[in-house]
């Protein structure tokens, strides 16, 4: 019952192609009729010469006229099985192009908190899998089930016609026979669950590993990622025996059925035949379309499979656009539009907690402070105190559990997540780029962007200086998460995406923390152009990042242990801000073995 409640679900949700799988029906409809003409002709082609052989009198041009039609039935079969067939790969790769934009449209709109929980790799396989499985069988629906299923009740009217007991039997064949292979397709569905969660897993872990392929060669992983993967292909081999096993069993009693049942028709047939029930003609038409019976019986266990694997395979497709958005627009949300005069705090946080989970501590506690337009804070906290997470709530990846968020007087849980990010530009400490040209990256943000504007904004970021010497310039390909640059590189790629965005509030999450010096004075350098006269938040691992903010925000224990201008903090001696400061000026003179030891006090870097 749920294996048909999922496969209506699959016609339901494909009904937009309602008009395809009724153009294939009729094409399939009149295919199957002109199969029975071939029986019925010989028929009459059998009984012409039968009556020329005992010395009734029988005209040769009925056989002529039978070749004939015979042949028009043929030529016709053909050309429409031809031009259905192309009709089908036209609704297969239209299916394909709907499945997969549903598909990842939805997972596009999803919740960040939602891919914190999956691998990319898993997910792509139920994508992949989902698509095919559901293409195959609406394919086979229109291509396959339906002329099955009329050649078999037409056959049995027909052969009900000429010998009830031949219609009963055959008719009595096809409920057995589908019983078994009912019970078949459900041995082989319990095992395919198990085996597409195995595969999922295993296809997620190769996806990571050649991703991370630098880190595998570096800790010569090869040997342990290879290992894992074939440890997933021995499970999947110890399950498809099991599988394999129980099927053909089924399998055995299905065509011992199917042997014995049409060993009886047959032979009924010729001794009825052998004592003038039937004609010879009669006989042969009979006879015909019996082994015409059996296509249909045959097609019942690839029928009944590809219900099952259709069930199987659409089942996690589903379950993932069935995912619901928890954090969407409110009802009467308004597209935010950023003051050019800002009167009040651009940003303030007003007695903000949160936490992930509903069962979860928080990790930010009654956090609030306001930040004025054009301000550069600083957020300052060892790792773990909810830097990141402050940064995430801003850009509405997440909703407090309390409190507010205002942005330039709105509060974020009021106008729509699109127009909220459209004024905020963020350059992360690992700058993801995607596989393409450098331009197609710097524009990522601002895809209308004139050439001049691009290069103006690489131009400020510092990046013009590595990208003239590349052999295309701009259009140089640099490879999946730009594999092909240096780190700083990437970074200054980064800042001229952040740049031409031109949005007036800027996140810089740890963008220098993992460069060298001659590096991070680039991207610094980059970093006060795309920062001037914007208001920024600076987290902050480094402690050099430090200098020229305004504010400076001190978390520990999820909590505000200190907000205000620098000079102010440095006054309390005992703070963790005026530590840190006291700790860089004591490692300027200190051993890399005292600095390094030093510095994990407070999870920094110098």
């Known amino acids: 019952m749920t294996v048909m409640k999922n496969i209506f679900h699959i016609f339901r949700f494909t009904g937009s192609f309602r008009g395809w799988y009724a153009a294939m029906s009729i094409f399939i409809i009149v295919s199957s009729l002109l199969n029975f003409v071939t029986p019925f002709v010989l028929k009459s082609i059998v009984d012409v010469i039968t009556a020329q052989l005992t010395g009734d009198i029988s005209d040769i041009s009925m056989i002529y006229w039978a070749l004939g039609i015979l042949l028009v039935a043929d030529v016709a079969g053909t050309t429409l099985t031809a031009y259905s067939m192309w009709v089908g790969d036209m609704m297969s790769v239209k299916l394909q192009t709907f499945l997969s934009s549903k598909f990842y449209k939805h997972v596009l709109s999803l919740d960040v908190a939602y891919f914190d929980n999956i691998a990319v790799g898993n997910l792509t396989n139920k994508l992949y899998r989902g698509i095919s499985s559901i293409t195959n069988f609406i394919q086979n629906a229109t291509n396959n089930f339906l002329p099955f299923f009329l050649t078999a009740f037409i056959t049995i009217g027909i052969l009900m016609f000429y010998s009830p007991v031949v219609g009963i039997l055959l008719a009595a064949l096809f409920p057995l026979y589908t019983i078994i292979t009912h019970r078949s397709s459900e041995a ?26 630098r880190v595998v060669k570096a800790f010569i992983g090869e040997l342990f990622e290879f290992h894992a993967f074939a440890k997933a292909r021995d499970a999947i081999e110890v399950i498809t025996r099991q599988q394999s096993k129980e099927w053909h069993i089924y399998d055995f009693y299905r065509r011992i059925l199917l042997n014995v049942i049409l060993f009886l028709i047959v032979s009924y047939i010729l001794y009825q035949t052998y004592h003038g029930i039937y004609s010879l003609g009669e006989m042969t038409l009979m006879l015909q379309l019996v082994n015409q019976a059996r296509f249909p019986l045959f097609a019942m266990s690839f029928i009944i499979g590809q219900i099952q694997q259709a069930d199987a395979g659409s089942k996690d497709f589903f379950d993932v656009l069935g995912t619901v958005q928890v954090i969407k627009d409110a009802p ?32 930010l506690r009654d956090i609030s402070f306001s930040l004025a337009h054009g301000e550069r804070l600083a957020l300052v906290g060892e790792s773990g105190q909810g830097k990141s997470t402050l940064v995430n709530l801003i850009l509405r990846y997440y909703v407090p559990r309390k409190g507010n968020i205002h942005f330039a007087g709105h509060d974020v849980g009021r106008v729509t997540s699109e127009s909220l990010r459209k004024y905020i530009s963020i350059v992360f400490q690992d700058a993801l780029l995607f596989s393409g040209t450098i331009a197609e990256n710097i524009r990522y943000g601002s895809p209308d962007a004139t050439d001049a504007d691009m290069k103006r904004a690489a131009k400020l970021a510092n990046a013009t200086e590595f990208i003239d010497t590349l052999p295309a310039s701009y259009n140089t390909t640099i490879g999946e998460r730009g594999i092909k640059l240096s780190g700083g590189q990437k970074q200054r790629i980064a800042i001229a995406r952040a740049i031409l965005h031109d949005a007036p509030f800027i996140i810089l999450d740890e963008a220098t923390s993992s460069l060298d010096s001659k590096s991070e004075l680039l991207v610094q350098q980059g970093l006060t152009h795309l920062t001037r006269g914007k208001t920024t938040i600076i987290i902050a691992h480094r402690l050099s990042t430090l200098s020229g903010v305004d504010k400076i925000l001190v978390l520990q224990g999820g909590k505000v242990a200190q907000f205000g201008a620098p000079e102010v903090l440095l006054r309390d001696k005992s703070s963790l801000y005026a530590r840190m400061i006291a700790l860089q000026k004591t490692l300027l003179d200190a051993s890399e073995e005292d600095r390094a030891k030093a510095l994990r006090q407070y999870d920094l870097v110098g």
């Open 188 to 213: 082989w569905g319990k095992h395919e669950g198990k085996k597409n969660e195995i595969a999922d897993i295993s296809q997620g872990r190769v996806l990571e590993s050649l991703s991370g392929i």
């Open 332 to 363: 009467n949300a308004k597209a935010l539009v950023f003051p050019k005069k800002v009167r009040g705090p651009a940003l303030s946080f007003d007695h903000v907690s949160f936490a992930y989970g509903d069962n979860a501590g928080d990790v």
